[in-house]
């Protein structure tokens, strides 16, 4: 009796309006994970006159639609994601830059984490934080520059492992 069966194959994941079309298009277009600003400023170019309120009501929709993810790092504003299966984050101290990866080792860190924090487990993220190989070597060929930054951050971690600890 109810409407039947039939696999909707050509509908889209939801019906979405053209400005958060628009909206969807732009976080799907960058890998930057952009923030509100960003992405209002972005809309504006394809939707001239589209009110900040407009995009942040519709990056809230997407958000619990599931189409995009909002990370939030710290206090700073939250960015948005058009990867939204689980994966890890990378950030640049120097420039800002936030890259994806995957680390396939984060379950093992999730069961060892939860185990000392006696917390039962629902998710695990990981933020890495440093520089980024643009920042780290802003001329492919200053590959001496380079050397002495890598030089450095192994002296460091020689330092932090000959620590206090006796
Ligand atoms: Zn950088
Ligand atoms: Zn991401």
Known sequence: MAKSAGTK???????????????????????????????FQAASLSLPGISYATVYNS???LKEAGLVLEIKFGDSASRYDRET????????NCCG??????LPQAADLMRA???RSKFQPASVHLTLRGICPDCL????????DSLSLKARADRKVRQRKAGPKA
Not at 97 to 102: H, S
């Open 137 to 144: 070597e802003p001329d492919a060929t200053a590959g001496a």
């Open 85 to 92: 299966g689980r994966h890890d984050h990378a950030i640049c």
């Open 113 to 115: 984490a939860a185990r």
């Open 9 to 39: 194959e050509s509908k889209p994941e939801v019906n979405l309006t053209r400005q958060r079309e628009a909206i969807l298009t732009v976080i799907r277009g960058r890998e930057d994970h952009p923030t509100a600003n960003e992405i």
């Open 97 to 102: 830059k936030l890259v994806d990866f995957e």
């Open 59 to 61: 990056l809230r929709f």
